[in-house]
């Protein structure tokens, strides 16, 4: 890991409470310090895309705290059976993509 984004990140997350969500300059990926225990701190990175209205798609998002997790999600998430599950889902319920929403002009 790079030693500057390693300061970065301490030096952003410094005055930080306990699970608060932190943006990050990359579209959808938060930090979150987690409480200290055993004289450790651990920061977690937390997926949450944001819809077209801009805002998070779930309350809470995915947490990761390594490599490891990330890789076993990213394989998971690819399986091609786990569209098929979701397409089914979306026809159980009804449930489609949101649709565009089109902004209402104000201009007078």
């Known amino acids: 890991m790079d030693d500057e984004m390693e300061v970065r990140i301490k030096e952003g997350l410094n005055d930080v409470k306990a ?7 990359l579209n959808g990926i938060y930090l979150v310090k987690t409480p200290t225990k055993a004289g450790k701190e651990t920061i977690l990175v ?8 801009g805002n998070l798609i779930k309350r809470r998002g995915l947490y990761l705290k390594n490599t490891v997790e990330l890789k076993k999600f990213i394989d998971a998430m690819d ?3 786990l569209k098929e599950v979701l397409l089914a889902l979306e026809n159980i319920s009804g449930e489609k993509e ?5 902004p209402v002009d104000l201009k007078i």
């Open 46 to 53: 937390e997926i949450n895309p944001i819809d077209e209205r």
């Open 19 to 25: 699970w608060q969500r932190v943006p990050t300059s």
């Open 98 to 102: 949101d649709k565009k929403i089109t």
């Open 79 to 81: 399986n091609e059976k």
